[in-house]
């Protein structure tokens, strides 16, 4: 999909951080741009913003991990648009939890599924048949991360299986897509990096259902994480979104699969994943910090 003008994108996770970064960006390159998300003040101010600026945004109040909420957001794209080029399945959460995975309460893991995996799979099961029946390019991009994609932190466990899981579902969308649109719709994974981003993930319990509270629940900040790295003696740098929403577009424009970030210790650790496995060895590449 090389010209993106007058295109349209959904972008879930919008309202901030690689959401609203990609979401300008793809406006910025001419497309119609439709953010979602679940935080609805916020979303209207980014919306706001955007527009003010002169882009083609608009935005409609998403809960992902409801697929009745995501069909009524493919709707109103379609009732509005036409038509949907590009579906960024980019909303996300952390799942808050600290500690050893068999101590963790069921809901976070529930809440963290709900979010990362089964917004991305309704993602795909609302808008993919109506991109494929479309007749037009298209492509769909799955936010995943290091975190589970590369080589999985092992103090956040229940993220990094989710992470993972999307890597696994993307790879079949695309062998899919591939089979039935000869590479008319094509996909992509994101791994954001090459080091963490200062997102609104940090903070994810701001809009964790009452229904899926959890007595143990970490509410954390941007600051308490850089605390316990550092005091893990790992020092903590952050790629700007902004990076990351140029990787997205150059993506999609040449119908890349992976979107990985060039060099640094992304590279390290997929080739220690790899060499692991071939060797039989015991996955000594795993980290231990608690993210």
């Known amino acids: 999909m090389r010209d993106l003008t007058g295109r349209v994108a959904v972008v879930t996770g919008g309202a901030g951080g690689i959401g609203r970064a990609m979401g300008e960006r793809c406006a910025a390159e001419g497309m119609r741009v439709v953010l979602a998300d679940v935080e609805q003040p916020v979303l209207d101010a980014t919306v706001a913003e955007l527009q003010a600026a002169g882009l083609d945004v608009s935005g409609v109040a998403t809960d992902v991990a409801d697929y009745a909420s995501v069909e009524r957001l493919r709707d109103q794209v379609l009732d509005r648009h036409g038509a949907v080029h590009l579906l960024c399945n980019n909303a996300g959460v952390g799942a808050g939890a600290d500690g050893r995975m068999w101590e963790h309460d069921l809901n976070d893991w529930r809440w963290?599924?709900?979010?990362?995996?089964?917004?991305?799979?309704?993602?795909?099961?609302?808008?993919?048949?109506?991109?494929?029946?479309?007749?037009?390019?298209?492509?769909?991009?799955?936010?995943?991360?290091?975190?589970?994609?590369?080589?999985?932190?092992?103090?956040?466990?229940?993220?990094?299986?989710?992470?993972?899981?999307?890597?696994?579902?993307?790879?079949?969308?695309?062998?899919?897509?591939?089979?039935?649109?000869?590479?008319?719709?094509?996909?992509?994974?994101?791994?954001?990096?090459?080091?963490?981003?200062?997102?609104?993930?940090?903070?994810?319990?701001?809009?964790?259902?009452?229904?899926?509270?959890?007595?143990?629940a970490r509410r954390g900040s941007v600051e308490a994480f850089e605390e316990r790295m550092a005091e893990a003696g790992v020092g903590v740098t952050y790629t700007p979104v902004e990076e990351v929403a140029d990787q997205v577009v150059a993506a999609v424009r040449d119908q890349a699969f992976w979107i990985l970030p060039k060099g640094g210790r992304s590279d390290e650790q997929i080739s220690a994943r790899a060499e692991s496995m071939l060797a039989r060895t015991n996955p000594t590449y795993i980290s231990d910090v608690t993210g």
């Open 112 to 216: 963290a599924v709900g979010v990362n995996v089964w917004g991305v799979v309704h993602g795909i099961r609302a808008f993919v048949p109506a991109m494929v029946a479309g007749g037009e390019e298209g492509h769909v991009v799955n936010t995943s991360s290091g975190n589970g994609g590369v080589a999985p932190l092992a103090g956040t466990p229940i993220y990094a299986v989710t992470k993972s899981a999307v890597v696994t579902l993307s790879e079949c969308l695309y062998a899919q897509l591939q089979a039935d649109t000869e590479g008319r719709v094509g996909a992509s994974v994101l791994f954001p990096g090459p080091h963490m981003l200062r997102t609104g993930l940090f903070s994810s319990w701001r809009n964790r259902p009452a229904d899926l509270a959890s007595p143990t």
